[in-house]
């Protein structure tokens, strides 16, 4: 028999205040750890077909990705899409697909960009 203490809430308990604050401390500390842990790279991607404001919404998602994706940069005008994402989740190879499958013609990577 395991006489362990297990502690079990219904719907309706009130959730203890010193278990709200581990909660909030772990979330907290998780949030600290992945950040840290993640490496973000900046790539700039020129294409071909990007005409109006219209575009950005149909680049944007192909490219979005909540983990792999963090930021998308699109102007248009200079024919460029400016990513910043997670390289251990996605290659720049994976973005140029995404870019052709949106419908753009890709051109170029013109590598790391700046912080």
């Known amino acids: 028999m395991n006489n362990k203490s297990k502690l079990t809430l219904n719907p309706t308990d009130e959730i203890p205040p010193l278990l709200k604050l581990c909660y909030c401390l772990a979330t907290y500390i998780e949030s600290i750890i992945f950040s840290i842990q993640v490496k973000v790279e900046k790539a700039l991607f020129k294409v071909v077909g990007m005409y109006c404001t219209t575009c950005k919404p149909i680049v944007e998602r192909q490219l979005k990705d909540e983990k792999a994706v963090?930021?998308?940069?699109?102007?248009?005008?200079?024919d460029s899409v400016i990513v910043e994402f997670d390289p251990s989740i996605i290659t720049k190879e994976e973005i140029k697909n995404r870019l052709e499958k949106s419908g753009y013609k890709f051109v170029r990577t013109a590598g790391k960009v700046g912080r």
């Open 70 to 78: 963090k930021n998308i940069d699109i102007d248009y005008m200079t």
